[in-house]
């Protein structure tokens, strides 16, 4: 076998073990999106969102101007080791509801030996192992109803 033929071997066992890698984290934040789903008794169910028919849970991205886009998990970008991604959690009500219809937060996802890493970039860099994620829907939960309390008008 020729130098090359090792070096390409090596890549191609490298190239497969990333793209397992990534394909392991796409697979997780279906995963969280269905576990947030289940944890909120919510499944699949889809509600009208702004004229927009939509999961109430759903995985996307933030765009530049702060609102949620809806994208295949598939698509999300690669940042380093890890995937950036947005969960959306909406209401059926017009976009200038009060408060907001969407409850939108971005996080990233990346795996090492203990496990999966999520965090919310901006709380502190606060961060969750899992497979099981239960606390970090606690987190969101306990954000989101803290939000809908503070746009409260008195």
Request: glycine content about 6%; aromatic content about 12%.
């Amino acid at each position: 076998m020729s130098r090359y033929e090792d070096l390409h071997r090596v890549y191609n066992e490298v190239k497969e073990s990333n793209d397992e890698y990534w394909r392991d984290l796409r697979r997780m934040i279906d995963s969280i999106r269905s576990d947030f789903s289940n944890y909120l008794d919510v499944g699949n169910d889809v509600i009208n969102v702004a004229g927009v028919t939509r999961p109430i849970v759903a995985i996307g991205v933030s765009a530049e101007d702060g609102a949620f886009k809806n994208w295949a998990t598939n698509s999300l970008p690669k940042q380093d080791s890890s995937i950036a991604f947005a969960l959306c959690l909406s209401f059926p009500h017009a976009a200038d509801a009060e408060p907001k219809p969407e409850f939108v937060y971005d996080l990233m996802i990346k795996k090492d030996v203990q496990g999966y890493w999520v965090i919310i970039p901006g709380w502190q860099d606060e961060s969750f192992c899992g497979p099981a994620f239960t606390k970090l829907f606690d987190r969101l939960i306990s954000l989101t109803g803290a939000t809908i309390e503070n746009a409260r008008r008195l």
